[in-house]
């Protein structure tokens, strides 16, 4: 199983990023994944999730400004995320779950003022 992050970048406050994650040797359809993110000296969090009945649940930082879609054709799930802002600064990392927790490399977004 091989998760590929890829979509960071740096942006200033309000801008915008459009995050990938691809997968091979696992599905996401029918299987939990999520997105999460980790700042400089936090832990890890959640910033959305999607079901493995294909529903999206999000984070309260993230409602309104992040969406999670997903492409089964393409075995992709990007998530979308506006008017960002310097609290959002960090690794971004997609996991799917089966069985045990698969996680990508991590995809770095930085926002300044």
């Known amino acids: 199983v091989q998760l590929q992050a890829s979509g960071g970048g740096a942006v200033q406050t309000g801008g915008s990023l459009r995050l990938s994650c691809a997968a091979t040797?696992?599905?996401?359809?029918?299987?939990?994944m999520g997105w999460y993110r980790q700042a400089p000296g936090k832990a890890r969090e959640l910033v959305a999730q999607?079901?493995?009945?294909?529903?999206?649940n999000y984070k309260d930082f993230a409602k309104g400004r992040f969406t999670l879609t997903h492409d089964d054709a393409q075995n992709t799930v990007h998530l979308q995320m506006n008017s960002l802002n310097p609290e959002d600064t960090g690794v971004y990392y997609c996991?799917?779950?089966?069985?045990?927790?698969?996680w990508g490399q991590g995809t770095l977004v930085t926002v300044s003022s």
């Open positions: 040797g696992i599905l996401f359809s029918g299987n939990f």
């Open positions: 996991s799917v779950i089966r069985g045990q927790v698969y």
């Open positions: 999607l079901t493995s009945a294909g529903n999206t």
